[in-house]
Nanobody, 124 residues
Framework: QVQLVESGGGLVQAGGSLRLSCAAS????????MGWFRQAPGKEREYVAF????????DYADSVKGRFTISRDNAKSTVYLQMSSLKPEDTAVYYC?????????????????WGQGTQVTVSS
């Protein structure tokens, strides 16, 4: 069973950058496609990005396209989310998640493993 631990969150000014990491334990990381989601207070969990098992295929929510980049290093069992040109509306708890489905998945219910989340706060 894979366990996920996010890191890299923090407070940043609008226009700044952050890189989130999600480290996975276990030996089966490369058998999972991975996603990033976020949840702001009082809002539903929102899809951010997806990366397939090899890292050769990615997808992004329209709200982050061109600003965020998802990547993975299977040798290090880690998935990353590079966030640039951050906006106050990007403020949320960010979660990484693993799915056994190989194709793009945007619904939280399609992911069966979740990290504990890391807070990202963007000040104006």
């Amino acid at each position: 069973q894979v366990q996920l631990v996010e890191s890299g969150g923090g407070l940043v000014q609008a226009g700044g950058s952050l890189r989130l990491s999600c480290a996975a334990s276990g030996r089966t990381f490369s058998s999972y496609a991975m996603g990033w989601f976020r949840q702001a207070p009082g809002k539903e969990r929102e899809y951010v990005a997806f990366i397939n098992r090899s890292g050769g295929g990615t997808d992004y929510a329209d709200s982050v396209k061109g600003r965020f980049t998802i990547s993975r290093d299977n040798a290090k069992s880690t998935v990353y989310l590079q966030m640039s040109s951050l906006k106050p509306e990007d403020t949320a708890v960010y979660y990484c998640a693993a799915t056994a489905f190989p194709t793009i998945q945007t619904l939280p219910g399609r992911y069966n493993l979740w990290g504990q989340g890391t807070q990202v706060t963007v000040s104006s």
